[in-house]
């Protein structure tokens, strides 16, 4: 995993590095239509880690300008409402830099919001609709090919029926689908190898990760 963050000078020349070898690379995520749906996205995980993370990744070139961020939760917000929520989070973050914080004006209308179920397939099959709606709308290289990530900021116990929802209603049938679920994973051995197990009967291995609260840069370029 590779996750660098921080404002010193040899840490930025990697950062420049890494984003100029993903600009030659292109890889499809890249050049296709995008979608990161952050479940949970008005706790407190998302707003001081995830949401961040997802600015650094967007502010040093390893998430493409086209992408688009929905925050899906149960709280009634709108895409306009849920802006103004996250902004004072970004500016206060102490896990981005200055350059991140600078991308934060063109940051903020990649996002969206929506207002669902974890448990529901129905939600997840409206959330489904409106995804495709705003990919169509982006400008993406290649608009043939659609990619959708999930990223479970949510409780363990709340995976499996998540998991299920979008198993059935929300895949991409284009591009790849993934899911990032945050740890903790269960909470003894017994509970996560269960989880575990039940997990990868709805999605394969390659297409799910357990990841930690701050992004690491390898999963996007996977």
């Given at each position: 995993?590779?996750?660098?963050?921080?404002?010193?000078?040899?840490?930025?020349?990697?950062?420049?590095?890494?984003?100029?070898?993903?600009?030659?690379?292109?890889?499809?995520?890249?050049?296709?239509?995008?979608?990161?749906?952050?479940?949970?996205?008005?706790?407190?995980?998302?707003?001081?880690?995830?949401?961040?993370?997802?600015?650094?990744?967007?502010?040093?070139?390893?998430?493409?300008?086209?992408?688009?961020?929905?925050?899906?939760?149960?709280?009634?917000?709108?895409?306009?409402?849920?802006?103004?929520?996250?902004?004072?989070?970004?500016?206060?973050?102490?896990?981005?830099?200055?350059?991140?914080?600078?991308?934060?004006?063109?940051?903020?209308?990649?996002?969206?919001?929506?207002?669902?179920?974890?448990?529901?397939?129905?939600?997840?099959?409206?959330?489904?609709?409106?995804?495709?709606?705003?990919?169509?709308?982006?400008?993406?290289?290649?608009?043939?090919?659609?990619?959708?990530?999930?990223?479970?900021?949510?409780?363990?116990?709340?995976?499996?029926?998540?998991?299920?929802?979008?198993?059935?209603?929300?895949?991409?049938?284009?591009?790849?689908t993934r899911l990032i679920v945050e740890k903790p994973f269960g909470h003894d051995l017994a509970s996560a190898g269960s989880l575990s197990s039940e997990l990868g009967k709805?999605?394969?291995?390659?297409?799910?990760?357990?990841?930690?609260?701050?992004?690491?840069?390898?999963?996007?370029?996977?």
């Amino acid at each position: 995993m590779f996750c660098c963050k921080g404002g010193g000078s040899q840490k930025e020349q990697v950062e420049d590095v890494e984003a100029e070898a993903l600009e030659a690379t292109k890889f499809p995520y890249q050049l296709g239509q995008l979608s990161v749906t952050i479940l949970g996205a008005t706790g407190d995980l998302a707003k001081k880690e995830t949401y961040p993370a997802l600015l650094d990744l967007c502010a040093n070139g390893f998430l493409p300008a086209h992408a688009v961020i929905v925050g899906f939760g149960r709280s009634d917000q709108t895409s306009e409402g849920f802006r103004d929520y996250i902004k004072p989070c970004l500016e206060q973050a102490i896990t981005i830099n200055d350059k991140a914080k600078a991308h934060i004006p063109s940051f903020l209308p990649m996002l969206y919001y929506f207002k669902g179920s974890y448990s529901s397939s129905g939600d997840f099959a409206k959330l489904a609709e409106m995804l495709a709606e705003l990919e169509k709308k982006t400008k993406a290289p290649n608009a043939k090919e659609t990619h959708r990530m999930f990223y479970f900021a949510i409780p363990p116990a709340a995976f499996l029926s998540a998991a299920k929802s979008i198993k059935e209603s929300a895949c991409s049938s284009t591009g790849f689908t993934r899911l990032i679920v945050e740890k903790p994973f269960g909470h003894d051995l017994a509970s996560a190898g269960s989880l575990s197990s039940e997990l990868g009967k709805l999605f394969p291995e390659e297409r799910s990760f357990a990841w930690t609260t701050s992004w690491g840069r390898k999963f996007c370029r996977t």
